[in-house]
């Protein structure tokens, strides 16, 4: 657990548990809803490359994902957790933009569904949809860049 330390007062979503994750392979970070205040704290804590797989910070929110949070932990996949058509219309355009122009993929539960994201014995995080691996008539259909990717 990088955040909150334990003498941190509460401040709503950025007392958000933010979890760090190390593999043999692979490492991910789940920061929760922070906002780019904290990320800002967690990039003095975090090693510089500190997470191959991000889950995007506050469901993409334009609140978080700043790009020195981003190049500082340089994730080659960022996953964002949202629901279809949710009425905060997450994850925003601009915050997922910022993470394609770093070469990052971003998938997203909205379009994709439930994504699997495995790390094995492939250098690159393998990444795929489960609407789009295994489509069923009751199932929306994957929409946009879903993978199977790697």
Same mark, same amino acid.
Do not use: M
């Given at each position: 657990?990088?955040?909150? #330390?334990?003498?941190?007062?509460? *401040?709503?979503?950025?007392?958000?548990?933010?979890?760090? $994750?190390?593999?043999r392979?692979?490492s *991910?970070? *789940?920061?929760?809803? @922070?906002?780019?205040?904290?990320?800002?704290? *967690?990039?003095?804590?975090?090693?510089?490359?500190?997470?191959?797989?991000?889950?995007?910070?506050?469901?993409?929110?334009?609140?978080? #994902? #700043?790009?020195?949070? @981003?190049?500082?932990?340089?994730?080659?996949?960022?996953?964002?957790?949202?629901?279809?058509?949710?009425?905060?219309?997450?994850?925003?355009?601009?915050?997922?933009?910022?993470?394609?122009?770093?070469?990052?993929?971003?998938?997203?539960?909205?379009?994709?569904?439930? $994504?699997? @994201?495995?790390?094995?014995?492939?250098?690159?995080?393998?990444?795929?949809s489960?609407?789009?691996?295994?489509?069923?008539?009751?199932?929306?259909?994957?929409?946009?860049?879903?993978?199977?990717?790697?």
């Amino acid at each position: 657990v990088v955040h909150p #330390s334990p003498y941190l007062p509460y *401040l709503g979503n950025d007392s958000s548990c933010v979890v760090a $994750i190390g593999g043999r392979k692979h490492s *991910l970070l *789940l920061p929760g809803d @922070i906002s780019a205040v904290v990320e800002a704290r *967690l990039a003095s804590v975090l090693q510089p490359g500190a997470a191959d797989l991000l889950i995007v910070p506050h469901h993409g929110s334009e609140t978080s #994902s #700043s790009g020195a949070f @981003i190049d500082h932990v340089a994730p080659s996949v960022a996953a964002v957790s949202v629901a279809a058509s949710n009425r905060f219309g997450l994850p925003s355009p601009v915050v997922t933009a910022r993470y394609r122009d770093r070469g990052v993929y971003v998938p997203d539960t909205a379009a994709c569904g439930a $994504i699997k @994201i495995r790390s094995g014995a492939a250098p690159a995080l393998q990444v795929s949809s489960v609407r789009k691996t295994k489509p069923r008539l009751w199932r929306f259909a994957a929409a946009g860049d879903c993978g199977p990717l790697r």
